[in-house]
């Protein structure tokens, strides 16, 4: 049985039409990670959300007010948010599953790529949701990710894509 859901996006990038669809095909959800290049929304988003929101700067936020990382406690593990611009995520996440580890994180979340992936190395899973506006895998889908934490604590991440 579900304890909570929530829902992990990036790389909106000043277009809000698809977490708009995203928000209201997942409702109700218990809490929204935003992992960057937002672009000016976030108090849009926050408000559409209407639940807690961990949001963080992209590469793209230059006037943004929002926090480089953020890192909190979700059920028994901690969770590091950033955008992954500084971790080279582009040339691959090595960078970020160390730091995760170095910081005694067991969920790193971020974005930047556009391209979703859930990967479990050593204790750690790294969580990228790809982008709800610019998606660059193959198929060029927009994605995000839905993350469940049942009643026994454990978590199951699901890839979404939107059609076209």
């Known amino acids: 049985m579900r304890e909570k859901k929530i829902l992990i996006v990036?790389?909106?990038?000043?277009?809000?039409?698809?977490l708009e669809k995203v928000l209201y095909m997942?409702?109700?959800?218990?809490m929204m990670?935003?992992?960057?290049?937002?672009?000016?929304d976030e108090d849009y988003f926050e408000a559409l959300a209407d639940v807690p929101?961990?949001?963080?700067?992209g590469n793209n936020d230059f006037f943004s007010d929002l926090p480089r990382e953020e890192e909190f406690i979700l059920g028994e593990k901690r969770v590091l948010v950033t955008h992954g611009h500084y971790y080279g995520v582009s040339l691959g996440i090595e960078g970020i599953l160390d730091?995760?580890?170095?910081r005694g994180v067991q969920i790193v979340c971020f974005g930047h790529t556009h391209r979703p992936v859930?990967?479990?190395?050593?204790?750690?899973t790294a969580v990228n949701p790809g982008s709800l506006s610019y998606p660059r895998q193959i198929g060029r889908k927009p994605s995000y990710i839905v993350l469940d934490i049942n009643s026994k604590g454990e978590f199951a991440?699901?890839?979404?894509?939107?059609?076209?």
Do not use: Q, W
């Not at 997942?26 to 218990?30: M, N």
């Open 26 to 30: 997942e409702a109700p959800i218990d």
């Open 118 to 124: 859930v990967y479990e190395e050593d204790g750690v």
């Open 157 to 164: 991440f699901e890839i979404k894509f939107l059609g076209r």
């Open 53 to 57: 929101c961990y949001m963080v700067s």
């Open 99 to 102: 730091e995760a580890r170095s």
């Open 10 to 18: 990036s790389d909106t990038h000043g277009r809000c039409e698809n």
């Open 33 to 40: 990670i935003h992992c960057g290049d937002v672009e000016g």
